[in-house]
């Protein structure tokens, strides 16, 4: 099927704007294949817009928004189920028992005592919200402690019973 010029002349016109291509074909009645094609023949551009590009700058916050309010109860239990695997590398890294008694049954009694002070932040709380990276850098300058061993170790009990 031939183009007449009246198609042509459409096509020139209306091309170099942000119509989208379909909006064209469906008023010259091609495919927007045969568009394409016929505007490269005639050695028309267009111009570079984004394809879907959002009427709203903060779409994507209030897409968020909306994923988290929607799955608000599986976020959690990933995120509580990721904690738990972190710490339980954590105590395989550092031994899995108090450097002091031994005792190495219930994993929610083991405290993180950072040996030389010197500490960025505490490890349960950076168990929840730091990167894996910055997680393992911190428990290296960390020894394992029951909460027991740890509470005597902090008031100057250590040894005395």
Same mark, same amino acid.
């Given at each position: 099927m031939r183009w007449e010029q009246k198609e042509i002349d459409c096509l020139k016109k209306m091309y170099h704007t942000k119509i989208p291509l379909k909006d064209i074909s469906r008023k010259l009645k091609r495919s927007?294949? =045969?568009?394409?094609?016929? !505007? =490269?023949?005639?050695?028309?551009?267009?111009?570079?817009?984004?394809?879907?590009?959002?009427?709203?700058?903060?779409?994507? $916050? *209030?897409? #968020?928004?909306?994923?988290? /309010? *929607?799955n608000k109860k599986k976020i959690y239990e990933n995120k509580k189920k990721r904690v738990r695997q972190y710490k339980i /590398?954590?105590?395989?890294?550092? @031994?899995?028992?108090?450097?002091?008694? @031994?005792?190495?049954?219930?994993? !929610? =009694?083991? #405290?993180?005592?950072?040996? #030389? @002070?010197?500490? /960025? @932040? $505490?490890?349960?709380?950076l168990l929840k919200n730091v990167s894996k990276k910055k997680l393992l850098k911190e428990a290296k300058k960390c020894i394992l402690l029951c909460s027991n061993c740890h509470r005597e170790l902090h008031h100057n009990i250590g040894g005395i019973v």
């Open positions: 927007t294949k =045969a568009i394409k094609h016929k !505007a =490269a023949r005639l050695r028309l551009s267009r111009p570079n817009t984004p394809v879907n590009k959002p009427k709203n700058k903060n779409h994507r $916050n *209030e897409y #968020d928004k909306r994923y988290y /309010e *929607e /590398e954590l105590l395989k890294m550092l @031994g899995g028992k108090c450097k002091i008694c @031994g005792y190495n049954k219930c994993l !929610a =009694a083991f #405290d993180f005592h950072h040996k #030389d @002070g010197v500490k /960025e @932040g $505490n490890i349960n709380r």
